[in-house]
Each structure stands twice: as structure tokens, then as C-alpha cells.
């Protein structure tokens, strides 16, 4: 754990189902967030995770790298860390009917109106830094890592989601699709200090629940299983490891700490602490570790009944 994570905002106590609604009411109690005020340019020292990407960024630019106009575009010349990542989003995002500027103003209003996307962002990096050692601190996932960046294109199009602007919301999903090859619905709940690692597609249905802290490799599906209409995706609980190529249907839940294993195709409901691999998906362990999340460990106990290779 870096020094930072004194400062991370998920050592708050959340209120889950606040955070899951992005109303956008924060998930703590006002009286216990240091709000970040997006319209000015704050401290580095009032934000030690902007104030960290700040400091890689002068180090490179430093370095005489052929990415400094990059650099100066995307993070040393941005007041402060919303402002970046908006410009980050809205280069990718922009089309030639929805021009980088307009892209640019419809995610910081979603930032500036809504505290818990300000919070789940820096959760979000945090996860990243601590549970993926290709990260080298903070500046390579905020600016090239698309599952972070995918994650917080969602975030803005949930809350235009939940504003009314439900058009908008789903040409979000659409260009974010597009972009970043993941594939998450606007309508989708999810928590803060989430790690999409590699994320290329990633598909999250409309009902889909992800909470706190959870970690989801590349190619896995929340689906439903069939044409039905209604609650019909899964409630991943805090905690839970998803391995690549996972895919887990139907309206079931995946108990807090569980374990998918890579490829498996889950159809019933998860107990909390438990690892799961197969097709179709059985328990196979009960889990060590209190939060596989965070362990990041997609090894678990297997033999073979009928030889020892592929």
C-alpha cells in the first residue's frame, strides 16, 4: 500500500446502495467529505492523487520525452484532476457531429454536479495502483489505461442517465463501446475502487450490480439469459475476483469475497467466500482470503481426473 492510501476516499464508510444509485447523492454523510472543487484550481497538497499524477508527469516531461506536448495537453496544463481526465475522455469520445468541446462540457457537468463520480474516480485509480503491478504509479493508468477511463465514461453516462437525458446516456454506451471495447449499460449500478484490468470486452447489462471494490478481468459478461424484460442480470458483491472470460447470467447474486475462475460460466447464485471454476461453474474452494478482490490471486485448488495437459 502506497502512502496515498491514507488519503483514499473508499477508507470512508460507504453507503453502497447511495453510491450504487448515483443520484447523484454522495456515499457518505456531507458532514464527512473533503468535497473537491472542480470550478477552481485545487492544492496538489488538498489532493495527493492529483498532486501524485502531477509529479510523475513534471518527471517525464523532464526526461526530454517525445510525449510532452502529450503531457502538457492532457494533464500539466489541466487545473485539476477532473479537468484532465475530462480532456482525456472528450479527445476519445468526440465525433464530428459531437465536436471535443461540447464532448468536453457534458462530462464536467457530470463531474461538478455529482461528488460520488469525484470520489469513485480517485477509488478507481487507487484500485488500480494497488492491485496491478504493471501500473507504475499514477500517471500511466490515468492517461493509457482504457478500463479506468471506459469506467469513468460509464460514470457519466449514468448520471445523464439519471437525469432524464436517457438518448444521451446510450450515445455515451455507444461511443464508449466503440472507444474502449467495453460495453457497460448506462442503467448498470456500480461502486468505486473497481479494477477492469485489460477490459477489452467487458459487457455489463442494464440490471447489473457491481459493488465496492471488486476486480473483473477482460472478456467477462454480466448478462441476462434470454429475451425477458426486468431484474433479469447479476448482483456482484463487494470484493469478488472475476477471471478472464467469465461469464456470469441471469439474476444471480455472487456472494462478497467469492471467486470466479477464468472461463467459467456461472448460472446460479455464488456464496460469499467462495471460489467457483467450471462449465457450468461449481465450487470448487472455499476462499483463504478475506478480499480476492484485492489479492488478485486467479490460482485456486484443481487436479485432473483424466490426464494432465490440454
Excluded at 517525464?60 to 500539466?76: P, T
Excluded at 447479476?234 to 439474476?251: C, E, F, M, T, Y
Aim: net charge neutral.
Amino acid at each position: 500500500m502506497s502512502w496515498l492510501t491514507r488519503t483514499r476516499l473508499s477508507g470512508m464508510k460507504t453507503d453502497t446502495a447511495a453510491l450504487n444509485s448515483f443520484g447523484c447523492t454522495p456515499s457518505v454523510p456531507q458532514s464527512d467529505v473533503k468535497q473537491t472543487d472542480v470550478s477552481h484550481e485545487p492544492k496538489e497538497s488538498t489532493d495527493p492523487i492529483w498532486g501524485e499524477i502531477l509529479r510523475e508527469a513534471r518527471t517525464e516531461d523532464q526526461a526530454a520525452s517525445c510525449l510532452c506536448l502529450f503531457l502538457h495537453k492532457a494533464v500539466l496544463d489541466a487545473a485539476h484532476l477532473e479537468a484532465a481526465l475530462g480532456g482525456i475522455l472528450s479527445s476519445k469520445l468526440a465525433t464530428p457531429t459531437v465536436t471535443e468541446d461540447r464532448m468536453r462540457s457534458l462530462i464536467q457537468h457530470a463531474f461538478t454536479a455529482c461528488p460520488t463520480i469525484r470520489l469513485a474516480i480517485r477509488n478507481d485509480l487507487q484500485a488500480i495502483v494497488d492491485r496491478d503491478p504493471v501500473a507504475g504509479g499514477y500517471l500511466r493508468p490515468f492517461v493509457f489505461f482504457k478500463g479506468f477511463q471506459a469506467l469513468q465514461a460509464y460514470r457519466v453516462a449514468h448520471w445523464h442517465w439519471n437525469h432524464g437525458s436517457r438518448f444521451l446516456a446510450v450515445f455515451l454506451q455507444n461511443r464508449i463501446s466503440e472507444i474502449f471495447a467495453v460495453d457497460i449499460h448506462p442503467a448498470a449500478r456500480i461502486g468505486s475502487g473497481i479494477l477492469m484490468d485489460h477490459a477489452t470486452g467487458i459487457v455489463v447489462g442494464e440490471t447489473s450490480v457491481i459493488e465496492d471494490n471488486v476486480s473483473i478481468l477482460h472478456e467477462v459478461t454480466l448478462g441476462g439469459t434470454g429475451k425477458q424484460s426486468g431484474d433479469r442480470h447479476p448482483k456482484v458483491r463487494q470484493g469478488v475476483l472475476i477471471g478472464a472470460g467469465s461469464k456470469i447470467l441471469g439474476n444471480v447474486e455472487i456472494g462478497a469475497g467469492a471467486k470466479i475462475g477464468a472461463g467459467s460460466v456461472v448460472l446460479d447464485a455464488v456464496p460469499p467466500h467462495c471460489t467457483v471454476a467450471g462449465v457450468p461453474a461449481r465450487i470448487v474452494a472455499r476462499n483463504s482470503a478475506k478480499n480476492p478482490a484485492q489479492e488478485m490471486d486467479q490460482q485456486f485448488p484443481h487436479h485432473f481426473e483424466d490426464g494432465s495437459g490440454i
